[in-house]
């Protein structure tokens, strides 16, 4: 019987923002997306550095700047990324059902404070969530098992088997399994909650 749910935030909760970051900072210093995702990219040593809390933001940005060789007030570019993050269709009230129904929700995300910060302001983790590792103040990026394991620790899950766990990339819901955790890949709301119901989820 699932008892716990974790999701991931970007793209499950709510939009990729990075995906229009792309766009937007692309378009506007005629950079390739390949250019772009050479730093602003999870995978990425900058991206990657930043979202670990490795480096701050103003050391992210003048970094990234210096390897496309453009010049640019920073700050701009740091809000073109954060403000790309708004609410998917029917996540709320999937949220809502879920912890009406007895669920206990977590958040394992791979993101940066300015961020999680913002989406809070939308979503208020503190209504449906009872704990979250996000990969900035616990320093882990996944597909590290050990973000994984960390919320999992903290929701004090003892049986993975009663856990599913959303991502909208396949390769983190891929360790999700090997941790003995249900997964499904995410693309909308109603997509989620078929596969919840398949589960055995009542939503």
């Known amino acids: 019987m699932i008892k716990y749910i974790i999701f991931d935030l970007g793209g499950v909760i709510v939009e990729s923002g990075t995906t229009l970051a792309y766009q937007k900072i692309g378009s506007l210093l005629n950079l390739t997306k390949e250019q772009i995702r050479e730093y602003l990219a999870e995978s990425s040593p900058t991206g990657g550095a930043y979202r670990k809390g490795e480096i701050t933001k103003e050391e992210f940005w003048k970094k990234t700047l210096t390897g496309w060789g453009k010049k640019y007030d920073w700050t701009k570019l740091n809000d073109i990324w954060v403000s790309g993050y708004s609410i998917k269709d029917g996540m709320i009230p999937l949220l809502q059902k879920l912890k009406n129904n007895g669920y206990v929700l977590g958040i394992l995300s791979n993101t ?49 088997k009663e856990t599913v766990y959303i991502d909208d990339k396949e390769i983190h819901a891929n360790v999700a399994k090997r941790l003995g955790m249900h997964a499904i890949v995410c693309l909308n709301a109603q997509q989620l909650t078929s596969d919840l119901r398949t589960l055995g989820v009542k939503v």
Not at 113 to 136: G, L, N, P, T, W
């Open 112 to 160: 940066v404070e300015d961020r999680f910060i913002y989406i809070d302001k939308q979503v208020h983790f503190s209504k449906y969530f009872q704990a979250s590792v996000a990969s900035f103040k616990d320093h882990l990026l996944k597909p590290d098992k050990r973000a994984f394991q960390l919320i999992m620790k903290g929701l004090n899950i003892k049986n993975p």
